[in-house]
């Protein structure tokens, strides 16, 4: 039951899903939440690729992935885009720490912001309409794969370096104080079990798996490095920034063996 429990509050934590009444509540299942961030962007990646796959019944592989995309960011309430835009806006310029953390808690969007949030939407569409105009089911497939690969980045930072905001003020205390920092072994199962299921639809695109998984990859240790060396630690916004980024590199590692 606490298995569920706590897959429940992640949903809650990162999507407008609603959950079972029965679930509640308590503040340390927050901190205890992370490994189950990859199902829940699974889950997410299910929605919206069913969409993706239904619209392109209907109209052709642009409209229905614009479409899969809007149901994605319609679920996740535009929690890590926001957070994408944020951490752009903050690190974009040459810019101290502090000033940098000032930038990232206001909330209006500057022009690093905006830049980032276009082009990294631009990549994502990009890519799945390539996908899609292949084969609609590959691309719905992608999307859950990549939606769900991408969120074990942010676990995976969490672990790997300290909270560089102010603590007292998170939104998510008990995951900025480090309480989330544990279940990387799970995370991981998760993450293998994930490229398994893809990999049995689609036997032939296991080199692709192979090289998105490398470029994620990379991805979590250059921002790891980045945000070592300008912030010291990571913040909500930069988990978020993260994942989008992870996000786009599974999709382009795919794409390489197309």
């Known amino acids: 039951m606490q298995p569920l429990r706590l897959f429940f509050t992640a949903v809650q934590f990162l999507t407008r899903l609603p959950i079972p009444r029965w679930v509640g509540f308590e503040p340390d299942w927050l901190a205890r939440c992370a490994p189950y961030f990859v199902p829940v962007g699974a889950l997410v990646g ?51 720490r502090d000033k940098a953390l000032l930038i990232m808690k206001d909330s209006r969007l500057g022009s690093y912001g905006a830049l980032g949030l276009v082009l990294v939407l631009a990549l994502k569409a990009a890519a799945l309409w390539t996908l899609a105009q ?35 003020h998170a939104k998510a205390k008990p995951l900025a104080s480090g309480g ?25 695109l296991v080199p692709a798996v192979a090289t998105g998984l490398l470029a994620c990859a990379a991805v979590g240790l250059w921002m790891r490095r980045w945000l070592r060396h300008r912030l010291g ?19 382009l590692g795919l794409l390489a063996w197309r």
């Open 46 to 96: 299910m929605l919206s690729g069913a969409v993706l796959w239904g619209a392109a019944q209907l109209w052709p592989p642009a409209i229905a992935v614009l479409l899969a995309m809007a149901a994605g960011v319609y679920i996740t309430g535009g929690f890590h885009e926001d957070g994408l835009a944020d951490t752009c806006d903050g690190l974009g310029g040459a810019v101290s």
């Open 134 to 168: 292949a084969s609609p089911w590959v691309a719905a497939l992608a999307l859950i794969w990549a939606q769900g690969i991408s969120r074990a980045l942010p676990v995976a930072l969490m672990a790997a370096l300290p909270y560089a905001g102010d603590l007292e």
């Open 180 to 204: 989330g920092t544990g279940g990387l072994a799970l995370t991981t199962a998760f993450v293998l079990a994930l490229c398994a299921a893809f990999a049995a639809l689609r036997p032939a």
């Open 233 to 251: 630690g990571y913040t909500g916004d930069t988990l978020g920034a993260t994942q989008q980024f992870g996000e786009i590199a599974l999709l």
